[in-house]
């Protein structure tokens, strides 16, 4: 049940971008997306509730295709600040589920 | 959105020992509480479903003898670990739903038990 990230781990440069994918062997009806400094509990990055729906904050933006039950998550131009462990959830049964999370590095 | 409390922040207990941690919410009246455990380098695991004036849902694998909910208001939950041993350690995490579907998360209690 739980949802599958990929990649696990990713080093970045600063400005660089990257790209971050869930999926699921189940229906998805929505997705969240958090982002976990170390030590610290996570932080909502966004929610995506209906199948093809994209939405973005700056440079950090996301799409849920609900046919192939996959969201990705992009980040352009990474910063320092974007270093950390980003998890996205499915709901399930009104639970959320983690996958088991991607560990970005930025590095000057 | 929902501000969500914890407390203790960070807890040290002796094996055999019981700790209550406590997850408050702020400005939210919640129904429903998660509470979510996180080893190191590891997910966030669900471990249990937190209901008001209810009995909690456990999650498969978690024994609720031993992890005790109470969900007594609509502002605060509490989980108690009894008889907590070293393999018990880990960080406690608790959320609520808000009214935009949106999870809120506390900020976490780290247990450490020697």
């Known amino acids: 049940q739980q949802p599958v990230q990929s990649p696990q781990a990713v080093i970045l440069r600063e400005g660089e971008d990257a790209v971050i994918n869930c999926s699921s062997s189940?229906?998805?009806?929505?997705v969240h997306w958090y982002r976990q400094k170390h030590g610290e509990a996570p932080v909502f990055l966004m929610i995506?509730?209906?199948?093809?729906e994209q939405k973005g904050h700056e440079k950090i933006s996301a799409s849920f295709n609900e046919k192939k039950q996959q969201s990705s998550l992009y980040l352009t131009a990474s910063q320092l600040s974007y270093s950390g462990t980003y998890f996205c959830?499915?709901?399930?049964?009104?639970?959320?589920?983690f996958g088991q999370g991607t560990e970005l590095s930025v590095k000057p | 959105g929902a501000v969500v409390s914890q407390h203790p922040s960070w807890v040290i207990c002796k094996s055999g020992t019981s700790v209550k941690i406590e997850c408050r919410s702020l400005?939210?009246?919640?129904?429903?509480m998660f509470w979510y455990r996180q080893f190191p380098k590891q997910s966030l695991m669900l471990m249990a479903t937190s209901n008001e004036g209810s009995k909690a849902t456990y999650e498969q694998g978690v024994e609720k003898d031993k992890f005790l909910i109470n969900h007594a208001s609509l502002t605060l939950s509490t989980l108690t670990v009894t008889s907590a041993h070293p393999e018990d350690s880990s960080f406690y995490i608790c959320?609520?739903?808000?009214?935009?579907?949106?999870?809120?998360f506390g900020p976490g209690t780290r247990l450490t038990v020697l």
């Open positions: 959320s609520l739903q808000g009214s935009t579907d949106t999870q809120y």
């Open positions: 995506l509730l209906k199948g093809g």
């Open positions: 959830g499915t709901e399930i049964g009104g639970k959320l589920i």
């Open positions: 400005d939210f009246q919640a129904t429903t």
């Open positions: 189940k229906a998805l009806y929505s």
